[in-house]
């Protein structure tokens, strides 16, 4: 049995933490922290459909000495100073926020507007992507998995087959989240009545998640860039990425053949044989990610690609992704309790 | 031209204030305060079609010194105090926050947990109402208006005509709300991912307007009660309440012909002339009130009546509302700028 | 291993079924039977997250004879035509549609305004509602199961415990459904545009699940009616059943005990130990029925108790209760593939 | 007083032209016809405010023949087959289907699958977008004008202003709808469980706003190509275009200038003056559209250009437009009942 804290755990990462972890057949949950709700009981204040019992702790090391993991679902900021003590420790971490996402410390500086805590753990950790080629191996030896944010999941994964034999170019990467992607800290923008039967893009080309997708891109095509506008939509969980890039085949069932080999040993991702149009709600509240191929008509500088890529940002846009991440780290099936 | 001020105008209902007395002939809005937002310019705060121009002033009294009418768009407990100042400047006030609705000061206390600023006043404010039987007259004059809650609103025009002649009982007032009416105050119940898809009751005969909707039904008959049990329902605005009462009409044509008559010169309450289910859209950002009316089998203690009534929040249930007293209380026709 | 067949499988409860089927461990899927799809690839039609192959037959006796037990996910008049013949060959019948639900022929053919085409079967067939003492025995050795409809699930499941003691009355049941308690079956008051943001009463005492509710009800007591008032909500699944009575407890914490007690051998009824406020989202996509109680202050004839009780339609008010009595008619454990 | 006509009266474009007309002060309306309710009262079928009273008609010429306009709120291929007997009797045409938006008789005949049936008349025909330069003047002479679909409106509004300048390319424009957009005609798509809560793209490059789009776009500036991909969001009304195309500018504040010059005198479209995110809900039920513009750091192709380009598809994506080119028709003032 793997025991497992979880710090931060009172927002909606942190549920939805507890909520798949509780099936979980190997883990027990040692300790839930929550500077908000210490002392409170985790039953009145999460929405269980199996009571869990005990209650929140406070973040100190002490209250989670006992783990053998611990998942950070923090705000920013957190987890980069307490990482060196729990490592020291002997304790794995698996950071949902965005401590350890990006190597480069100046970049994570400029854009995340403060000095990092850490920066030497920067590149010792490991981006929790499984389906990056080679990153299982990484992960299963990994101290700190940096796991991905939202957006930069649905979209890297349309992107990772085909980016290395593109043309320089600037892929438009429009994109949609749910509300939830938000969180659960208190803003006017985050009320119902805002939300609701509306859209709107936010962010142009200013969102944290572009650092963190172009890494990842340019590890593989330096000749890339990203074009990156997120929008909010009137929903509870969810990202619909919408891609467009120049490419060079010459059928689309040639890409579809190389997306769906691609991810051969990925069970979470799923290529249609089709060119479909996938919904949110056939990935709510699952860790898939569906993705289809749609080819263009020539314009000259040869075809576009249309990407639609979807996943609930929830699950593997953030905790179902990170219990995935767990499963590696334990030489566990990484399907466990996630399907 | 009537100088209209409006306190606390960042809220829900501020701005929904705002957008009706743009299209309103004979009023020119003097100033908007708001402590939150003083020295911000309105257009950046308030989403308007049109833009108004201007910036949000503090709460002063100076402030507020050019205006012939002041309405409070604030949290309870702000208008009591500043209450009298004003009127001794020989400015009129409608307030659409609780203070001045319910006439008993202990009551009043007892419901609101704290000590009323200004016991004095609450016999001098009239119940803003304009369809209860004489009060349109008695608006004209008023220095206070105690514009009603949106709950109450809703129920009073389904119980009004028919309360005097029922028999000893507690009529069962199961309401719904739209999210809109918890106000633009932060609170994690409101965000969006908790209200979207979603329905719960709340505040089980506790809510506070319990005792603004008994006062005014036992004005017109002692020996009612009420049991009144509030939901929140997944829309942004409207209040839909299905009343449950006995009553002795054989017939349930004779009750549609009183409610008919009853609201012959009540220009925004429409009686379904045959037994319809009227919907919360068929009324959203109108001042009307749409009732309609069903009788059910009789079951030895006498058929019941089932009223179903439904307003908008903002509007009828509250800033419309206000804008029909202001017109009342300067001599104008009612329906000014609200049809 | 037991052999299912799905009759009607293209509406939104055939969808539900086969989705928890498809993680049930004693199951086999034999035959998806579809008179509008017979032909089609099952995963062209429905959204599922693992693909299940095969194609939609079309709904003859051919087609469904291999089967240990078929669900009728049809419309109502079908099960009753094709009854017999099944029984006839061994096959058991588990009917969510409402062909069995009624016990007494002219009750049935009153509401449903047609002929039954069974009538000799009605005796035969079990109410499933699993939660009525004794039921789970005669659901073991039934030849038929009528699964009850969404609304009597979610109020009966809130009366049982108390009704017995009752005196005379008359039981209001204000019931608010989401949208896909209609079905998949066109009708313009279904559209995404009808049904956002909106709020409605329909079939104020005229609906068919009145005979239901009370059949059941008189069982118990033979002095009680019901008031019933169902609504429609802006949610996708989910029924949440307001009920006023009048009791004779002291304490509602009396009430609480009994009803816990009843339910003791229950597992998807869960009582909330305090008087608090279930929400939909609870229960959404479980076989849980969340109750709370919450006694008024007494008026005279006695205080009054408000009954809170939900479910998820699809789930415990259609399909997870038919698979819920198919574990039972094969004595299997009651939750298996349910939690 | 102009005598108006409506053909297809009942689906939602009808709706609101009657909404909007109920208060227009020179419009009587004259005849609405509806194949599907000739005979029933309008206020049954309608939920108006303010009843409007009368019945639909069937939509034979004799019912329309006191017009002296006549709006289509039908679906494609309606229109052109009464449009040419219409006209002979001196009754103007606004036409809310497609039939008449396209010049070239084969593109129109390839994109609608069918023959058209007036083809003479296409070249007769003025597109209703009074905001393309002179076109006021046209469509004030105009015996037909073919009203604009809501994604061309939302999106040459958007492009109009740059267009002619810009450099050979294939323009992005990534729009999402409101499922209004897609009619009250049925379909299993539509309904409130499948669009609520839900995103999902359809119809990329091939949906039949495209040749339409691009018609307009190469009278400005043959060289542009569009890629066009539509997408369905959970809201009842809007679009929302994100348009991506490279420009030549070298800073915003130029673009944005020549932006607010190019609208000057058109009262409906707003240019934000920074580059802010407008919302759908800015400009639900009004005719206006709100514009931003966001430029994007250089990636050696010269900057990019991100358009954010908001309409209600009902009012000014439809029935709004329709009358705001009735308006100019007859002479008055565009804004009329439309402000």
Known sequence: MISVGIIGASGYTGEELVKILQKHPEVQIKS???????????????QLTTPLGGTFALPTIENLSDCDVVFFATPNGVAMNMAETLIDKGIRIIDISADFRIKEVDVWEKWYGKKHASPSLLSKSIYGLPEIPGQKDRIRDALIVANPGCYPTASLLGLLPICQGLSKQKIIVDAKSGISGAGRNLDSTKLFPEGM?????YAVEAHRHYPEMLGILNDNNADLDILFVPHLSSMIRGIYSTIYLQHHYKKIEEVIAKYTDFYKDSPFVEISKDSTFPKVSEVEKTNICKIALHSTTDSGRGPNLVILSTIDNLVKGASGQAIQNMNIMFNLDEKLSLI
Do not use: E, P, Y
């Not at 839930?32 to 999460?46: E, N, P, Q, Y």
């Not at 039967?197 to 893009?201: E, K, S």
């Open 197 to 201: 039967d509306n859209f709107q893009a």
């Open 32 to 46: 839930l922290t929550s500077r908000t709700h210490a002392g409170k009981k985790i039953d009145d204040v999460f």
